[in-house]
């Protein structure tokens, strides 16, 4: 079967620290991944895209970026957290008939 | 430039009644619909969709609406139950496929109350 596992679920670190969120997808290949952000009492915010392997597309400036190290694995990492990062980051991938999410990370940045 | 627009932030509304939920859009290239559900701390999960191709879809309680003219689509929950209480997010694509991106509008939170 189909699924999207994201990792961790809660997560709080200071501002300066970095950051690493991983998603990974089984029961398909070459997925198209999406990184998006919902910021607190916002709608969701595409951050991130992927369509293969090393393969990134930015849809904003911002002090995040994005890989694709495997066909089925997407990460989002940060050197230096700012505080405006915080927020509930989402993980999906696309099924052809919509988007598959993950479960979702809450990060608070302190 | 938002291109999909839910301009109701929230919605309340009585057990039993009818919730309606509204989304505008303005890229007359989209060509499908849908409605996710967010629940607090979940990621979305979809709830129905609908092809330009129909102007309504019915699964269960949930019906939406579409009116291309207009540009408009709207999501009805008839009975409501508190359980409906959750952040929906309405979405268009250009076609069907794999590689087709969801544009999301901002949301609107529904509360049914007892």
């Known amino acids: 079967s189909q699924t999207i596992h994201q990792w961790p679920a809660t997560l709080v670190q200071p501002v300066g620290s970095p950051l690493s969120l991983e998603c990974t997808v089984e029961?398909?290949?070459?997925?198209?991944l999406y990184w998006y952000r919902q910021a607190a009492g916002r709608g969701l915010q595409l951050l991130f895209y992927?369509?293969?392997?090393?393969?990134i597309s930015s849809e904003v400036p911002q002090n995040l970026s994005a890989s694709r190290p495997q066909d089925r694995q997407f990460i989002l990492s940060s050197k230096k957290l700012l505080l405006s990062d915080s927020g509930f980051y989402l993980c999906?991938?696309?099924?052809?008939?919509?988007?598959?999410f993950g479960s979702g990370t809450r990060l608070t940045v302190v | 430039d938002q291109q999909v627009k839910q301009n109701s932030p929230s919605l309340s509304v009585q057990e039993g009644r009818i919730s309606i939920l509204n989304c505008d859009y303005t890229n007359s290239m989209f060509d499908y619909f849908l409605w996710y559900k967010k629940y607090p701390a979940e990621g979305p999960t979809f709830l129905i969709s609908?092809?330009?191709?129909?102007d309504k879809n019915e699964d269960g309680r949930f019906t939406v609406f579409l009116n291309k003219s207009a540009k408009h689509l709207s999501l009805h929950i008839v009975p409501s139950q508190p359980g409906d209480s959750a952040v929906y997010f309405c979405a268009a694509s250009v076609g069907l496929t794999s590689g087709s991106r969801l544009t999301f509008g901002e949301g609107t939170q529904l509360t049914v109350n007892p």
């Open positions: 029961g398909t290949s070459n997925p198209n």
């Open positions: 999906a991938w696309s099924t052809g008939g919509g988007y598959t």
């Open positions: 992927s369509v293969g392997i090393g393969q």
């Open positions: 609908i092809s330009s191709i129909k």
